[in-house]
Every structure is written in structure tokens, then in C-alpha cells.
């Protein structure tokens, strides 16, 4: 069974910086695409940053230039470097995997912005 573990939530300042991490466990496969999604109080969840399998990313807009994904794909490991956080990024980041034709979401992690 494939599990995705994720870290390196907390409280932070505004303009700090945090790193997220996703470990994918229980599978011989690699991924195929792997990223972070948040979902604010009150709103839908949506796409932050993600990476697919051969280096490609994409970001939500509303982070770009501020965070930065990146894997280690022998690890089957993402993650994203936050920097210049601002409260409107407080959420919990949830990790998504692509593996083997099936999709998987880790439990969350908080992330909380303080102004």
C-alpha cells in the first residue's frame, strides 16, 4: 500500500520560509508526477506546485518566484522550498502522488502565516 508521508509544516512569520517534504513509501514504482496542493478555511483545495516525471514543474500563480519544487526521484521524495510566505499561503498542504496509474494523497500538514 502506498503511503505518502509529509513533513516540515509550523508557524511562521510572514516573509519567513519553510520547506515542505512528501516521501511516497510501499511502492516499487517511481512516480509519474508529484506535488502539493493547500486548502485554505473556507475554500477549495488548489494546486500550489507540482513536478513531473522528467523535470517539468508548474506553480499556481499566486507562488510563483516565491516557491520551488524539486524531487529526488530514487527517493521518490518531493519538496518545496517556501520563501517570502505571506498569511493568505496559511492552509494545510496536502502532498499528491501519481503512482502506477493510481493517484495518492497524503493526510496534510499546517502551514500558518502570522502577519
Known amino acids: 500500500q502506498v503511503q505518502l508521508a509529509e513533513s516540515g509544516g509550523g508557524l511562521v512569520q510572514a516573509g519567513g520560509s519553510l520547506r515542505l517534504s512528501c516521501v511516497a513509501s510501499?511502492?516499487?514504482?517511481?512516480?509519474?508526477?508529484m506535488g502539493w496542493y493547500r486548502q485554505a478555511p473556507g475554500k477549495q483545495r488548489e494546486l500550489v506546485a507540482v513536478v513531473i516525471s522528467g523535470g517539468i514543474t508548474n506553480y499556481a500563480d499566486s507562488v510563483k518566484g516565491r516557491f520551488t519544487i524539486s524531487d529526488d526521484d530514487a527517493k521518490n521524495t518531493v519538496y518545496v522550498q517556501m520563501t517570502n510566505l505571506k498569511p493568505e499561503d496559511t492552509g494545510v498542504y496536502y502532498c499528491?502522488?501519481?503512482?502506477?496509474?493510481?493517484?495518492?494523497w497524503g493526510q496534510g500538514t499546517q502551514v500558518t502565516v502570522s502577519s
Open positions: 510501499g511502492t516499487r514504482y517511481s512516480f509519474d508526477r
Open positions: 499528491q502522488a501519481h503512482i502506477g496509474g493510481r493517484i495518492y
